[in-house]
């Protein structure tokens, strides 16, 4: 029983360990990024904002999407996105195509993010990751609903998915 006890206290060590190691890296990547400083008036944005809390489950996402050959801006803070999109049409850049937000998040509620974001920006779609249940039907500024807990694989089909059809323009305008 000892023994238990001890392997599992060491796994949650390992754990925390690496979840230390990943923030670093995430810290200095970020700083490094950060020398370029801002991009230009009327550059790209990044395919795919994702705003979750869980920062292994953001750096998981986050890796997942850009080996894809995503551009993914990662925020742990809904206030943040909310800011990240606003700062892109202020500038003139294009904002990302696809918007991956939790539910909960410890700054609000991932509907009230999602629907400013879809305000500001109605060509967006919106993506949400819950655990819980929602209505669908009551929530129209809502593109899909992705449940948790979920395959990465599920996840990128449906950014996909939406990207593309978040490209289609007619005469400037951005088509659902």
């Not at 206290?9 to 360990?17: H, N, S």
């Not at 195509?97 to 909960?104: A, G, I």
């Amino acid at each position: 029983m000892a023994e238990k006890a001890y392997a599992r206290l060491q796994a949650r060590r390992a754990a925390e360990e690496r979840s230390s190691q990943l923030e670093q890296s995430t810290v200095d990547l970020s700083a490094r990024l950060d020398q370029f400083g801002p991009t230009g008036k009327g550059e790209q944005g990044p395919d795919v904002l994702v705003v979750e809390d869980d920062e292994a489950l953001l750096a998981a996402m986050t890796a997942y999407l850009h080996s894809a050959g995503l551009r993914v801006q990662a925020v742990d803070r809904g206030r943040i996105a909310l800011a990240e999109i606003a700062r892109y049409k202020r500038e003139g850049r294009e904002s990302p195509q696809v918007l991956v937000v939790d539910l909960r998040l410890r700054d609000g509620i991932g509907l009230h993010v999602a629907r400013r974001a879809k305000e500001w920006q109605p060509g967006l779609k919106v993506v949400l990751l819950a655990a819980d249940h929602i209505d669908e039907a009551n929530t129209p500024y809502l593109d899909a609903v992705v449940r948790k807990p979920f395959a990465l694989p599920d996840l990128l089909a449906q950014v996909k998915a939406l990207g593309q059809r978040a490209k289609v323009t007619v005469s400037g305008a951005v088509q659902a």
